[in-house]
């Protein structure tokens, strides 16, 4: 079956994240595809936090900043603060508030910064920059920073000149009454998972006001995540999917640390998938217009025949890369299936808590389980073969040339090659020594990710 959509390559990358991206090697020293994130006091430190706030101070004029509920966070929302100011910057601080609602916040100064590891365990803690677009900071300017803090290319103003610092109390009540005016009401019973992060300041009062009956797990902020790992997949939301049938609801809706992502589980305690979620946000924002979506490369190809009418453009993996496939394009919608879902009429920043009230929105006219019932599913299979690092670059190359010939390639994040009933994902792990074998197929996945691994193995040799 012949996709109806086509394949666009968005390659605005320099020569560094192209290597990276085609074979697992050359990887920014500093920001990866979500800024900076690390260990606290290992990888991300309080000098460094210092360093970066002097290098984007000395840049821009004003900055507001925000912080998820880390342990950690304060400590580096102070350095960074203390680095902006000393380099003449005026800092507004929002205090602790959801990625999301910094970036739209952003839209008032120069720049935003943020401090949250996101998904990550407690340990880690990060750096993240956004334009007042709610645009994460591209590859030009991250590395802009980075060759600046490398070359030492920043100073310090002098005492007069030091940069003021304010605080405003506004920006949760903004961000609501934002998502407020283009969402309906509804009186549906939501169980509400928080994970201890910083979606406990706003998502249950938002939907609250939005005539929701709201049931809340895990909504007192916990730098430590105590209840659960923050990220929301699956595996980590038992409990949201017992509440959801214990208590009547009518879906969940659950936030990873700093609740730019969201997943929801249906009326019937199921788990319902990324793949899943982009396909029916896709289908509600598009409607009529048929208009353009921008997905990731591992996305699945149920997407593109639901949305069947549409163009579909894939990016390389990261919600940074989709938001850039989604502003060149004009696209109307992007998401990712790790919980991303990025609505451009609003900001090109992931929003979890948009993203919950539109889909209380949704389901309020269909239940969640129907809805996942019209989605077209396939089967897919996952698999990894161990390579050495240095290593990768040569077996991309072999391994692409014997997979040219299979089908159409899209190699802008590893080599996605398209066949006549499905696709396959060869893609080099950017943390460990593995190349990654990803396939999908209306029919035979076995026979595909098969094939596909004796050709791996024949590259690696």
Request: contains cysteine.
């Amino acid at each position: 079956m012949e996709l109806k959509t086509r394949l666009i390559t968005i390659d605005k990358f320099s020569e560094k994240e192209l290597n990276f991206m085609k074979y697992g090697v050359g990887l920014m020293k500093l920001f990866g595809s979500s800024g900076i994130r690390g260990i606290v006091n290992k990888e991300v430190t309080p000098e460094l936090a210092l360093q970066v706030g002097i290098v984007l101070g000395s840049r821009k004029r004003t900055a507001v900043i925000g912080r998820d509920p880390r342990v950690s966070a304060p400590m580096i929302e102070h350095a960074l603060v203390a680095g902006l100011t000393a380099a003449g910057c005026d800092v507004t601080k929002v205090g602790m508030v959801t990625t999301p609602t910094l970036a739209y916040a952003a839209r008032k100064y120069e720049c935003g910064v943020m401090v949250t590891a996101s998904h990550n365990p407690s340990e880690y803690v990060g750096i993240k920059l956004w334009n007042p677009d709610g645009m994460a900071f591209d590859s030009a300017q991250q590395e802009e920073i980075e060759e600046a803090i490398e070359k030492e290319n920043f100073s310090r103003v002098t005492w007069n000149l030091i940069g003021k610092i304010t605080e405003d109390q506004n920006a949760i009540r903004d961000h609501m009454d934002m998502i407020e005016a283009l969402v309906g009401n509804s009186r549906l019973r939501v169980v509400l998972d928080c994970g201890c992060g910083a979606g406990s300041t706003i998502t249950p009062y938002l939907l609250q006001e939005l005539g929701c009956q709201i049931i809340t797990l895990n909504s007192q902020p916990d730098g430590h995540f105590p209840a659960r790992n923050p990220e929301p997949n699956d595996q980590n939301l038992s409990l949201l999917k017992k509440a959801v049938v214990a208590f009547g609801a009518d879906l969940g809706i659950a936030h990873d640390g700093d609740a730019d992502r969201m997943m929801a589980v249906d009326e019937k305690g199921n788990f319902v998938s990324g793949d899943e979620l982009l396909a029916i946000f896709g289908r509600f924002e598009c409607g009529d217009e048929k208009g353009s979506v921008v997905v990731p490369v591992d996305t699945s190809m149920m997407v593109d025949d639901y949305l069947g009418g549409s163009e579909i453009i894939r990016t390389r993996v990261g919600d940074v890369y989709v938001a850039e496939g989604i502003k060149q394009c004009g696209a109307i919608y992007g998401g990712e299936p790790s919980g991303s879902w990025i609505f451009p009429k609003i900001s090109y920043c992931p929003d979890g808590i948009y993203a919950a009230a539109k889909l209380v929105e949704i389901v309020r006219e269909k239940k969640l389980s129907e809805l996942r019932a019209e989605l077209p599913a396939y089967a897919t299979k996952r698999g990894a073969l161990p390579c050495a690092n240095e290593k990768k670059a040569e077996f991309m190359k072999n391994a692409k040339a014997k997979l040219e010939p299979l089908g159409k390639v899209l190699d802008i994040d590893g080599i996605r090659v398209e066949l006549e009933d499905g696709w396959v994902l060869v893609r080099p792990s950017g943390t460990e020594a593995k190349v990654r074998i990803t396939a999908e197929a209306r029919e035979n996945v076995d026979g595909i990710y098969e094939m596909a691994e004796k050709i791996v193995k024949e590259a690696l040799k």
